[in-house]
């Protein structure tokens, strides 16, 4: 059976996995997202994978979770859900993760989209989450996840009436960061993730943190979360070498110490 997830590197610290069941469009069975968390547990254990990129065809990133598999589950069926704690584990991953999107990235796809921490697309990507049109409704963050990114009219827009909106409009939105060409898509993807990966590590590592938890936060704790992590920050190897390499005027060497 041909591999549903592919996975090459690291290079350069980076890691790119690509999802790859062609035949649904990249539609996100149990096989495919335990293949995933498994994927993401190699990532976060190894040192010298410092940043993830996930990418899915040039037809689709996902088109969503997998129909046949959701329509054979009743309400105890999706009480036990295997697939929650996939979701749950991709929320854990510490590392960086960079989401290329090309084609159709649509219902649980863009629910996975959006857990990333830096999207990027192709000319030629729909977003959207069109769960209503099933009689159902986005269920893996889709509502909360895409009214923080887009706020809340447009949101309420999608997941009302279905409809995606084109990579120029998420981009209008803040959905995403970047658009190329499709076939640039990944290569982008993996220049930024590359840039990423050679900075410090726990700086990243915090850094992302910060700006992670800061969004469910009020002001005053997210402020009082960013200090503490910049103080213990002052306790690393790297800060050190940072500094150092500024003043003798030479690259930072950077050992995530
Ligand atoms: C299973 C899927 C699928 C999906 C596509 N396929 N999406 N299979 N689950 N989500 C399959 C099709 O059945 C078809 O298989 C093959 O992929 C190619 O798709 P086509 O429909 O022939 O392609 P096209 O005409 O180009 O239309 C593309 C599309 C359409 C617009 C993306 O496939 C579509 O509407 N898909 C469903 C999108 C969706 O509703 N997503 C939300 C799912 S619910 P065959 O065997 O016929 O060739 C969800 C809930 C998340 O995500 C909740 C998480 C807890």
Known sequence: MPQILLSEGPNNGVRLLTLNRPEALNALNTALLE????QL????TDPETRALVITGSERAFAAGADINEMASRDVVGMLEDPRVQHWARIDRFVKPLIIAVNGFCLGGGCELAM?????????NAQFGQPEINLGIMPGAGGTQRLVRAVGQSLAMQMVLTGEAISAQRALAAGLITEICQPELTIERAM????????KGPLAVQLARESVRRGADM????????????FTILAATEDRREGLNAFR???????SGR
């Open 115 to 123: 857990r990333g921490d830096i999207l990027i697309a192709g000319t």
């Open 35 to 38: 293949a995933l968390s498994e």
């Open 248 to 254: 003798n005027k030479r690259k930072p060497q950077f």
């Open 218 to 229: 009020d002001l005053a704790a997210g402020l009082r979360f960013e200090r503490h992590a």
């Open 191 to 198: 220049a930024i993730a590359t840039t990423i990966a050679s």
């Open 41 to 44: 547990d190699i990532a976060e």
